[in-house]
């Protein structure tokens, strides 16, 4: 999915460029406003210390006279009269430095600011992708794959604040640009005009030569969502890469990646280079004619002249080192762009919140109702499943792989919306409640549960962290959680590693269902949450719990028949559709769709009598073979 969405650079109009801008800038226009408007006093800092260099040069070290053409001179000895400072060279000393030391004092805040302004921003826009992500229907986060979604979240989304920082540095140069400009001017109008419209005709000249980076910021994008998928495919594949001789595959396809990164990062940079030299090689020519002609052809004094080519000295680089960041900020866009189209897609794919109304308490039932359901990529869910669950049953759902049972666990839990049908608890329909109210009813332990890297201790503990320790001990042991806990380095202070890399599956399936006890829900429903125990550690475990959900509603969905035979009731699903409900002899002397699984899986023929056998179910080698004897050697 990542590649058909990462092939194509993102492009983006004018006007999506302008309304990211935008949104950069309103973040916080408070604090963007206030750093502008201290760019602003650095900026004034800058030209009055700089503006000092003229009567200093008058000056000499000899007492101040002010001419009638020395403009600049009589704004100085204007403004230390209006103080009632002496006009002298050693007051016009003190004062040039108290401005330029009040410039790089300020300077130095304003960076401080700056970098506060950044850090928030990246860390609002980061949050936002983070919640977006744990907010959006599950079709969306399934459709754009955990890659994509990774790599906007991880990398994508820092350029961004780069691209505010960039913002910033374009607008404190600006100012300064613009301050050389109104010092040049005040010496020399005509001449002052003349460059600047010819640094204008370069600026438009390079640009046009160069071209947009927008193009190549879109390459360095896309290669980095390659880069970002490849990476964790073989990361988290490491064990398949391994088996199946990919290593060399996978190295090949992660290294072509980064060859496209590098080489559009280059060609960037590159590019960024042309821009910067040419203009400065240019801007450098126009500086020194200026110079030529203010000493040969401008009746300037002496003074006049230094500040001139002072101005002139700053004014070129400047422009050129603004039109260098306007070229590297038009190449972190495509990052931007990208990221808010991300958020708005996210916004749009926000998952059903259900309504306002309270969950009925306690749970007695929950009901399914005519419930249809089919998956956006068009694949048929459920259709018009109907089933009932009280309070104090054991309820099976079974049937084979791919017939529809997760889906129906999914539907239950609000992770989708059923197209049609109703789905009730107490009789309330399920849509008009909260749903995250539901959610703290409810404990749902899947077949590949997740485990932190974290104590065994506070994984268990991650669903009710202010559990007492008796109700720990005791949601750990109906779950076979102390049988090889004891055997762990540290016992339940050991930490698991990453996904529990130190446990075996059917371990993790038990830390979880003693996560989901500790719940205390009223709910509690396993998928396939068993189906990593050998038949002893499964039949100890399913025991223990039927104890432990006596007054709760309990629903396995499997496809082990051995282990719910003595469920009250078992709803067998085929092809999406619930076919035939009863208890185990029902289904069995029925001799239908269960009938034939329970045969193919424990050797039992039709018709025969003793169909209770529940020594093993299938039969099936599973991953964690350990008895409820052996489990302390785990």
Same mark, same amino acid.
């Given at each position: 999915?990542?590649?058909?969405?990462?092939?194509?650079?993102?492009?983006?109009?004018?006007?999506?460029?302008?309304?990211?801008?935008?949104?950069?800038?309103?973040?916080?226009?408070?604090?963007?406003?206030?750093?502008?408007?201290?760019?602003?006093?650095?900026?004034?800092?800058?030209?009055?210390?700089?503006?000092?260099?003229?009567?200093?040069?008058?000056?000499?070290?000899?007492?101040?006279?002010?001419?009638?053409?020395?403009?600049?001179?009589?704004?100085?000895?204007?403004?230390?009269?209006?103080?009632?400072?002496?006009?002298?060279?050693?007051?016009?000393?003190?004062?040039?430095?108290?401005?330029?030391?009040?410039?790089?004092?300020?300077?130095?805040?304003?960076?401080?600011?700056?970098?506060?302004?950044?850090?928030?921003?990246? =860390?609002?826009?980061?949050?936002?992708?983070?919640?977006?992500?744990?907010?959006?229907?599950?079709?969306?986060?399934?459709?754009?794959?955990?890659?994509?979604?990774?790599?906007?979240?991880?990398?994508?989304?820092?350029?961004?604040?780069?691209?505010?920082?960039?913002?910033?540095?374009?607008?404190?140069?600006?100012?300064?640009?613009?301050?050389?400009?109104?010092?040049?001017?005040?010496?020399?109008?005509?001449?002052?005009?003349?460059?600047?419209?010819?640094?204008?005709?370069?600026?438009? *000249?390079?640009?046009?030569?160069?071209?947009?980076?927008?193009?190549?910021?879109?390459?360095?994008?896309?290669?980095?969502?390659?880069?970002?998928?490849?990476? &964790?495919?073989? /990361?988290?594949?490491?064990?398949?890469?391994?088996?199946?001789?990919? $290593?060399?595959?996978?190295?090949?396809?992660?290294?072509?990646?980064?060859? %496209?990164?590098? $080489?559009?990062?280059?060609?960037?940079? /590159?590019?960024?280079?042309?821009?910067?030299?040419?203009?400065?090689?240019?801007?450098?020519?126009?500086?020194?004619?200026?110079?030529?002609?203010?000493?040969?052809?401008?009746?300037?004094?002496?003074?006049?002249?230094?500040?001139?080519?002072?101005?002139?000295?700053?004014?070129?680089?400047?422009?050129?080192?603004?039109?260098? &960041?306007?070229?590297?900020?038009?190449?972190?866009?495509?990052?931007?762009?990208?990221?808010?189209?991300?958020?708005?897609?996210?916004?749009?794919?926000?998952?059903?919140?259900?309504?306002?109304?309270? /969950?009925?308490?306690?749970?007695?039932?929950?009901?399914? %109702?005519?419930?249809?359901?089919?998956?956006?990529?068009?694949? &048929?869910?459920?259709?018009?499943?109907?089933?009932?669950?009280?309070?104090?049953?054991?309820?099976?759902?079974?049937?084979?792989?791919?017939?529809?049972?997760?889906?129906?666990?999914?539907?239950?839990?609000?992770?989708?919306?059923?197209?049609?049908?109703?789905?009730?608890?107490?009789?309330? %329909?399920?849509?008009?409640? =909260?749903? %995250?109210?539901? =959610?703290?009813?409810?404990?749902?332990?899947? &077949?590949?549960?997740?485990?932190?890297?974290?104590?065994?201790?506070?994984?268990?503990?991650?669903?009710?962290?202010?559990?007492?320790?008796?109700?720990?001990?005791?949601?750990?042991?109906?779950?076979?959680?102390?049988?090889?806990?004891?055997?762990?380095? $540290?016992?339940?202070?050991?930490?698991?590693?990453?996904?529990?890399v130190r446990l075996s599956g059917g371990q993790k399936q038990r830390v979880a269902i003693a996560r989901a006890l500790l719940r205390d829900a009223d709910v509690v429903v396993f998928d396939e949450a068993t189906s990593n125990l050998d038949a002893r550690m499964e039949e100890s475990v399913l025991g223990s719990i039927r104890e432990a959900t006596r007054n709760r509603v309990f629903v396995v969905v499997t496809h082990r028949l051995g282990s719910v035979v003595d469920a009250d009731r078992i709803y067998t699903v085929a092809d999406g559709r619930m076919v035939e409900d009863g208890t185990h002899e029902e289904l069995v002397a029925a001799e239908g769709t269960y009938?034939?699984?329970?045969?193919?899986?424990?050797?039992?023929?039709? *018709?025969?009598?003793?169909?209770? $056998?529940?020594?093993?179910?299938?039969?099936?080698?599973?991953?964690?073979?350990?008895?409820?004897?052996?489990?302390?050697?785990?």
């Open positions: 999915m990542s590649d058909e969405r990462s092939s194509e650079a993102p492009s983006a109009t004018l006007g999506e460029k302008l309304a990211a801008l935008r949104t950069v800038i309103s973040y916080d226009p408070t604090r963007f406003g206030g750093v502008v408007a201290l760019s602003l006093v650095v900026a004034v800092f800058e030209g009055v210390g700089l503006s000092f260099l003229l009567p200093l040069v008058e000056a000499g070290r000899t007492s101040l006279t002010v001419a009638s053409d020395q403009t600049v001179v009589s704004w100085f000895a204007a403004a230390y009269g209006a103080v009632g400072v002496p006009f002298t060279f050693e007051t016009l000393l003190g004062g040039a430095a108290l401005a330029l030391g009040l410039r790089f004092g300020m300077a130095t805040f304003v960076r401080y600011l700056q970098a506060q302004l950044v850090a928030d921003y990246i =860390r609002s826009l980061k949050t936002g992708v983070f919640r977006g992500i744990l907010d959006a229907d599950l079709s969306y986060v399934d459709e754009r794959g955990s890659d994509e979604l990774l790599n906007t979240l991880v990398t994508q989304s820092n350029y961004p604040a780069t691209v505010l920082s960039s913002v910033l540095s374009v607008v404190e140069r600006t100012l300064l640009v613009f301050t050389y400009l109104i010092l040049a001017l005040a010496v020399d109008p005509l001449l002052t005009t003349a460059v600047a419209a010819l640094l204008g005709v370069i600026t438009v *000249g390079v640009r046009s030569v160069v071209g947009s980076a927008y193009g190549a910021g879109s390459s360095i994008a896309a290669a980095n969502t390659e880069i970002q998928a490849h990476a &964790q495919a073989g /990361v988290q594949g490491i064990r398949d890469v391994r088996l199946f001789g990919l $290593d060399d595959v996978a190295a090949t396809r992660y290294t072509d990646a980064l060859d %496209d990164y590098i $080489d559009a990062v280059v060609g960037l940079r /590159v590019n960024q280079a042309i821009v910067s030299n040419l203009h400065r090689f240019a801007a450098a020519v126009v500086v020194l004619v200026a110079v030529y002609l203010a000493l040969t052809w401008a009746a300037l004094s002496l003074g006049a002249v230094g500040l001139l080519l002072f101005a002139m000295l700053r004014l070129g680089p400047g422009v050129s080192s603004l039109q260098s &960041q306007l070229y590297g900020l038009d190449g972190k866009l495509p990052h931007l762009v990208e990221t808010l189209r991300e958020l708005d897609e996210l916004a749009a794919a926000r998952a059903v919140r259900g309504g306002d109304a309270d /969950v009925p308490a306690p749970v007695e039932s929950v009901a399914f %109702d005519g419930v249809s359901f089919r998956y956006p990529d068009g694949d &048929q869910g459920v259709s018009n499943v109907s089933l009932r669950a009280e309070r104090g049953e054991f309820i099976a759902i079974v049937g084979g792989s791919g017939a529809g049972k997760s889906t129906i666990v999914s539907l239950l839990a609000r992770l989708y919306a059923p197209d049609t049908g109703t789905i009730r608890v107490n009789g309330t %329909d399920l849509s008009t409640v =909260r749903v %995250d109210d539901w =959610r703290d009813r409810l404990a749902v332990v899947r &077949q590949d549960p997740y485990i932190f890297d974290d104590t065994l201790r506070n994984n268990v503990l991650a669903s009710a962290p202010e559990a007492s320790e008796s109700a720990f001990e005791r949601a750990c042991a109906d779950a076979g959680v102390t049988a090889f806990a004891e055997g762990l380095s $540290d016992g339940y202070d050991t930490v698991l590693g990453e996904d529990g009938a034939s699984l329970y045969a193919s899986m424990s050797g039992f023929e039709l *018709g025969d009598t003793d169909s209770t $056998d529940n020594s093993g179910g299938d039969g099936a080698d599973h991953s964690d073979t350990e008895s409820v004897a052996a489990a302390d050697s785990d």
